[in-house]
């Protein structure tokens, strides 16, 4: 009980340091009338694509697979068909991408060499089987995260990378496609705020209607933090640039769904890299009264300041998403980053074509699965379960 009681206290720690951050940076943003800046795009946005690459989509159980075509789309890919068996889903998807032709089935679209690319999004226990199949038919592979739910679909994975020389790519959109955090990166790598030290996440999401059966089922989406926990895991180890890192803490629990037994609606993890430090805290508890889906929040602790993100709401002040507050040696800084240019699509088709790792370092995309698994395997039950 001591150590829990320890590691609790630890862990409650470093949220409230996030959450006092945050206040501190709110406070000069709204209130001692911070610099405001507009971020450039980065990237010309009516560019041409540098590569055409040819691409298919199988399933679309999770509408995550739209803006995954969306992205290799914008990045030079011709989308040449879609394979998937329920009529909504089919439907949905054609009336954002068109009439795209319906293969017969998947074996359709792994015969076919002319594709170079899979992009998926079906239920969370198949997406690995189905990625070892595309990578074994000579294709690159892009999954919606959690990309793996298991130790040993990511053993199998990583045996497929080396045999294969095949990409496993996982969309990690909370940084790849969130313009804020776009720019943060660029930042950091600019030496904004010195040598990132610590990262905290806080992603809160909303249960909403209408959920499938096996968003219930942590057998099948893998648990909380193997799921939603996956995009912080990357963006812990991208900002503090490890490459090497282990869990010290996790825990998760269903503290407000218990007539679904199978589900977790919370969870949290710390973890130490090569590069520095991070928690994660993950949860199912948005509350209505909030316009968006979720207060996803960011704040990256560097030796030479700080920065914090609110990437999809300010909910007391300024409209729209994409909000970065910076503070560093000489002042505080408001940046609003809405018109960041997103690229991961362009990088990542340049990726496949010139075998490149300009949009995701597999390694790290791995490393980032491989922290959530780890942790969900070892967490403990908060003490209020």
């Known amino acids: 009980?001591?150590?829990?009681?320890?590691?609790?206290?630890?862990?409650?720690?470093?949220?409230?340091?996030?959450?006092?951050?945050?206040?501190?940076?709110?406070?000069?943003?709204?209130?001692?009338?911070?610099p405001q800046e507009v971020a450039a795009p980065g990237m010309d946005p009516t560019a041409a694509p540098k590569h055409r690459i040819r691409f298919s989509v199988i399933g679309l159980d999770h509408y995550h697979i739209m803006s995954m075509t969306a992205a290799v789309k914008r990045g030079g890919g011709?989308?040449?068909?879609?394979?998937?068996?329920?009529?909504?889903?089919?439907?949905?998807?054609?009336?954002?991408?068109?009439?795209?032709?319906?293969?017969?089935?998947?074996d359709e679209i792994?015969?076919?060499?002319?594709?170079?690319?899979?992009?998926?999004?079906?239920?969370?226990?198949?997406?690995t089987p189905l990625g070892l199949r595309v990578m074994a038919a000579g294709k690159d592979y892009l999954s919606d995260k959690p990309g793996i739910i298991t130790l040993q679909q990511l053993a199998q994975v990583r045996a497929a990378v080396k045999k294969t020389g095949r990409k496993y790519a996982i969309m990690y959109s909370e940084r790849l496609e969130v313009p804020a955090a776009v720019k943060a990166g660029e930042l950091v790598q600019a030496g904004a705020i010195g040598k990132v030290v610590q990262t905290v996440n806080l992603a809160p999401h909303r249960i909403g209607t209408g959920r499938p059966d096996w968003f219930w089922d942590k057998a099948r989406?893998?648990?909380?933090?193997?799921?939603?926990?996956?995009?912080?895991?990357?963006?812990?180890?991208?900002?503090?640039?490890?490459?090497?890192?282990?869990?010290?803490?996790?825990?998760?629990?269903?503290?407000?769904?218990?007539?679904?037994?199978?589900?977790?609606?919370?969870?949290?993890?710390?973890?130490?890299?090569?590069?520095?430090?991070?928690?994660?805290?993950?949860?199912w508890f948005t509350p209505d009264g909030l316009g968006v889906w979720g207060d996803g929040r960011l704040f990256l602790l560097g030796t030479e300041?700080?920065?914090?993100?609110?990437?999809?709401?300010?909910?007391?002040g300024r409209p729209g998403g994409n909000h970065l507050l910076i503070v560093d040696k000489k002042q505080a800084r408001y940046i609003d980053c809405s018109q960041v240019v997103l690229p991961f699509g362009p990088q990542f088709v340049?990726?496949?074509?010139?075998?490149?790792?300009?949009?995701?370092?597999?390694?790290?995309a791995l490393l980032a699965a491989e922290l959530v698994l780890t942790a969900q395997k070892n967490a403990t039950r908060p003490v209020t379960a």
């Open 78 to 106: 011709e989308l040449v068909s879609v394979y998937a068996t329920d009529p909504k889903q089919i439907a949905d998807f054609r009336k954002q991408f068109g009439d795209v032709p319906l293969a017969r089935s998947e």
């Open 305 to 316: 300041g700080y920065i914090e993100l609110r990437k999809y709401i300010d909910p007391t």
């Open 221 to 283: 989406y893998g648990g909380i933090l193997t799921d939603i926990g996956s995009h912080q895991a990357d963006q812990f180890l991208f900002y503090t640039g490890s490459k090497t890192a282990h869990v010290v803490a996790s825990q998760t629990g269903n503290l407000n769904n218990t007539d679904h037994p199978k589900f977790e609606d919370f969870g949290d993890m710390t973890a130490v890299g090569s590069g520095g430090t991070g928690y994660v805290r993950v949860d």
């Open 110 to 127: 792994l015969q076919d060499k002319s594709i170079q690319l899979v992009a998926a999004a079906p239920i969370p226990d198949q997406r």
């Open 350 to 364: 340049t990726d496949i074509v010139e075998r490149t790792s300009l949009a995701q370092d597999q390694d790290q």
């Open 1 to 34: 009980m001591k150590d829990l009681a320890s590691r609790r206290g630890f862990l409650l720690a470093a949220g409230l340091a996030g959450a006092t951050s945050a206040v501190a940076a709110e406070g000069w943003a709204h209130g001692l009338g911070a």
